[in-house]
């Protein structure tokens, strides 16, 4: 599948630890096909969910850790968006402790 531009993943997290593991896995094998990027944008999780975010970034270029500061969904959207959205075509929030099938995101966006 040939998707025009890229497409950005934005998870917003605040103490995700039992989820974003799992959930980070799950998307980096689409974001690849897709040509995607994924954010994890923290509201100051204290709980080891950056850590663990972090740990995945260090291994996986396709993904960025921002922190948010003002904490809510829509800033972390903004935020990641402006940090690392140019060039994008879509833009797709995630939720950390949601449950998604394999292909979510490429049927958001066929």
Do not use: F
């Not at 896995?25 to 944008?41: F, K, M, R, W």
């Not at 270029?61 to 500061?69: E, F, G, K, S, Y």
């Not at 075509?89 to 958001?108: E, F, N, Q, T, W």
């Amino acid at each position: 599948m040939t998707i025009p531009g890229r497409v950005l993943i934005v998870i917003p997290t605040l103490n995700e630890i039992a989820t974003i593991g799992p959930l980070l896995e799950q998307l980096l094998g689409e974001a690849a096909a897709l040509g995607g990027h994924i954010v994890v944008a923290d509201g100051g999780s204290v709980d080891g969910t950056i850590a663990v975010a972090k740990a995945y970034a260090q291994s996986h270029p396709a993904i960025t850790v921002l922190h948010n500061p003002w904490r809510i969904q829509s800033a972390a959207m903004n935020l990641a968006v402006e940090r690392v959205g140019d060039g994008c075509s879509y833009v797709i929030r995630i939720d950390a402790h949601g449950g998604y099938p394999p292909d979510y995101c490429a049927v958001l966006i066929v």
